[in-house]
């Protein structure tokens, strides 16, 4: 069974800096495959944070997280990363790691067949 599992959660302040790390089991890539990080805060909607396929391209983040964020992912270890700078307090949130190999959108959460448990970032001001 695909499993997803997050780490690298934790409180910071503002202007701070964490590293989330989303580790692959049993999953098969193929070329399409899109690993993606989102995040939910308390009584919002899940949001799309930002995305990397398989195949390369540029990788794509949401507006709000542009300049600060970085996903990356490294193929050997089957594992995803979100580099998150310049942490503000409305970065607060449960993060889940995702992925589809289904054709469409990355902000489409329907799409995505795997989910992690996620990781809570809780940043002071």
């Known amino acids: 069974q695909v499993q997803l599992v997050e780490s690298g959660g934790g409180s910071v302040q503002a202007g701070g800096s964490l590293r989330l790390s989303c580790a692959a089991s049993k999953y098969t890539y193929s070329t399409n495959d899109c690993m993606a990080w989102y995040r939910q805060a308390p009584g919002k909607e899940r949001e799309g944070v930002a995305a990397?396929?398989?195949?390369?391209?540029?990788?794509f983040y949401a507006d709000s997280v542009k300049g600060r964020f970085t996903i990356s992912r490294d193929n050997a270890k089957n594992t995803v990363y979100l580099q998150m700078n310049s942490l503000k307090a409305e970065d607060t949130a449960m993060y889940y790691c995702?992925?589809?190999?289904?054709?469409?959108?990355?902000?489409?959460?329907?799409?995505?067949?795997?989910w992690g448990q996620g990781t809570q970032v809780t940043v002071s001001s």
């Open positions: 990397i396929y398989t195949g390369g391209g540029t990788p």
């Open positions: 995702a992925a589809k190999s289904a054709a469409g959108s990355w902000l489409r959460t329907e799409l995505f067949g795997y």
